[in-house]
């Protein structure tokens, strides 16, 4: 078995873990949430304005760049998600890349209630709101929208982006960590 230099290995731990069948309930479900979860992501809340001026916004994780030429993100918004009819009218849409110290953003954007109230907000190219403090912020014009399970995939045209020397949000092993000092 091949091992990073530097990372910890349990006494006998000399193989690939055995692989379990992925299941769509219960205990199977449950082990690849802990799977899935083991991979580190940086957390986002994005966010438009539908085509009446109504603000949507939704803590997402499920987030990645595709391509530098053209520049292009996808993220993934559940089925069930009540910001689904804003996210699929509206024409552009905003990724903020949480700040270390922004928990409490990620956690009213996951949960019910009125998101932005109380939140002083500033409005993007498009009118998509901006959350401020953010570590870094794209903001998109909305492509196609792919059916996935029990997701839609979302792919986003970069338009316009800034980036802040704040430490990003990461969540990993079903907690949330502060990313490493930005490079540069």
């Known amino acids: ?29 449950r082990a690849l949430r802990d799977v899935l979860g083991r ?3 940086g957390v986002t809340v994005v966010t438009c304005t539908d085509p009446n001026g109504a603000r949507a916004g939704v803590t997402v994780n499920s987030f990645t760049s595709v391509s530098l ?9 559940a089925l069930t998600s009540r910001g689904r009819p804003a996210f699929t009218a509206a ?19 996951a949960g019910p209630g009125d998101r932005f109230q109380g939140l ?27 059916p996935a399970g029990d997701h839609l995939v979302l792919l986003g045209a970069v338009e316009h982006h800034a ?15 502060a990313g490493p000092p930005p490079a540069r």
């Open 163 to 177: 980036l802040t020397a704040r430490r990003a949000l990461l969540f990993a092993d079903g907690a949330y960590h």
């Open 69 to 77: 030429d053209p520049p292009l993100i996808l993220w993934c918004l």
């Open 39 to 41: 991979y580190a992501t």
């Open 120 to 146: 002083a907000t500033r409005p993007g190219p498009h009118g998509e709101p901006l959350i401020p403090g953010a570590a870094a912020t794209l903001c998109c014009r909305r492509g196609d929208v792919l």
């Open 1 to 29: 078995m091949t091992t990073v230099p530097g990372a910890a290995v349990a006494p006998g731990d000399t193989a690939a873990p055995a692989p379990h069948r992925a299941g769509a309930a219960g205990a199977g479900r």
């Open 91 to 109: 024409e552009h849409f905003a990724v903020n890349v949480l700040a270390a110290g922004q928990r409490a953003l990620a956690a009213r954007f």
